[in-house]
């Protein structure tokens, strides 16, 4: 018989929260009882969605350096630590998409510091203290957000599918490192979602066709429960 899974007090950091898929995981956390951080660029928009949710908002840049180790800190300094981390801030690289040979080499750099490097260190700078969770029976998980792009060759797109075809094997390397630190990591596509993203890269789009945040919200949540069903039996007390 399936065990009940509940998010009560698990403790998650969510990158790109203040709009989009971001947005809808930091709503649908708090609202089913997750202890969650956020983080974004705007101090204005941070503000506003940590006063709307409870949840905690850090203001910075995923794709800065010298704002990766502030984040972690404030994170594990305020939870006591970290179950799950959600990469989901993405950088389109050149706005409009252009074709490779028009792409600026800064523009693919800019995707690539926010996809790839901006991963890394932050996952790298909660490493520890993931493995501590896990240690304590908590479960401990990092997803990151990918694209059909990523496998998939569409023109315009080099910048952004290039940086999240690295994310993926990075993912995949990393998630077999991480087995003796009984740390999972996956990479997700959530598809073609109605988000100020998509709306940047695609202005024409037929909202319509894409699918909401809030749905794609629910199934990395589900996915989110499913990897980390060990914590069904973590805390007997909380469990009905």
């Not at 700078?125 to 501590?132: E, I, P, R, S, V």
């Amino acid at each position: 018989m399936q065990m009940k899974i509940d998010l009560q007090g698990l403790r998650v950091i969510v990158t790109g929260g203040t709009s989009g898929l971001g947005l809808s995981l930091v709503r649908q956390l708090t609202a089913k009882g997750a202890r969650v951080a956020f983080v974004a660029r705007t101090a204005a928009n941070v503000e506003r969605v940590a006063a709307e949710t409870g949840a905690h908002g850090i203001v910075a840049d995923i794709g800065k350096k010298d704002d990766i180790y502030p984040i972690a800190m404030q994170v594990t300094a305020s939870f006591g630590g970290i179950d799950v981390l959600i990469n989901n801030a993405s950088s389109l690289g050149p706005v409009t998409l252009a074709l490779l040979a028009d792409t600026d080499c800064e523009e693919l750099e800019a995707a690539l510091a926010v996809n790839v490097l901006g991963v890394f260190r932050l996952t790298k700078a909660l490493f520890g203290a993931l493995a501590a969770s896990a240690r304590e029976g908590r479960g401990a998980l990092v997803i990151n957000i990918s694209s059909d792009a990523a496998v998939n060759a569409y023109p315009g797109w080099g910048a952004y599918g290039a940086s999240k075809a690295a994310l993926v094997h990075l993912t995949a390397i990393w998630d077999e490192e991480a087995k003796p630190d009984g740390i999972k990591l996956l990479s997700l596509d959530p598809g073609d979602m109605d988000t100020p993203l998509h709306a940047l890269a695609l202005p024409d789009a037929d909202p319509s066709t894409l699918k909401a945040p809030e749905l794609a919200a629910g199934e990395i949540i589900e996915t989110m429960l499913d990897a980390l069903s060990v914590r069904a039996q973590l805390f007997p007390g909380e469990q009905a």
